[in-house]
């Protein structure tokens, strides 16, 4: 098993920041992946941002490349996800997903990823 815990979220301005944090503990491997998906109301979770821990190899949505950047903290498993120039078309729940070994081809794949934090809102404002 595996936890997640995440933190980070709030209230922005447009074109401000912010940044999530997610830590993963218990039965990690040294190849595992940890992405962010949202979700806003009545949408489908989509997939953001997802790193990769062997290699270091970073991932993103097309609507948040430039603009926000996933990174790992000096803690072996912990992830940013630093949000700048946010839009009101960012707010929405941001969900932390983790997987011990996830394929390429499932990076972007919400149902391929075995476990899930329990989401922090994001609220950007007009």
């Known amino acids: 098993q595996v936890q997640l815990t995440e933190s980070g979220g709030g209230l922005v301005q447009t074109g401000g920041s912010l940044r999530l944090s997610c830590s993963a503990s218990?039965?990690?491997?040294?190849?595992?992946?940890m992405g962010w998906f949202r979700q806003s109301p009545g949408k489908e979770r989509e997939f953001v941002a997802a790193?990769?821990?062997?290699?270091?190899?970073?991932y993103y949505a097309d609507s948040v490349k430039g603009r926000f950047t996933i990174s790992r903290g000096n803690a072996e498993n912990t992830v940013f996800l630093q949000m700048n120039s946010l839009k009101p078309e960012d707010t929405a729940v941001y969900y932390c997903?983790?997987?011990?070994?996830?394929?390429?081809?499932?990076?972007?794949?919400?149902?391929?990823?075995?476990?899930w934090g329990q989401g922090t809102q994001v609220t950007v404002s007009s």
């Open positions: 997903a983790f997987d011990n070994s996830l394929i390429l081809s499932s990076i972007r794949v919400r149902e391929d990823y075995d476990y």
């Open positions: 790193l990769r821990r062997r290699g270091g190899y970073t």
């Open positions: 218990g039965r990690t491997s040294s190849s595992f992946t």
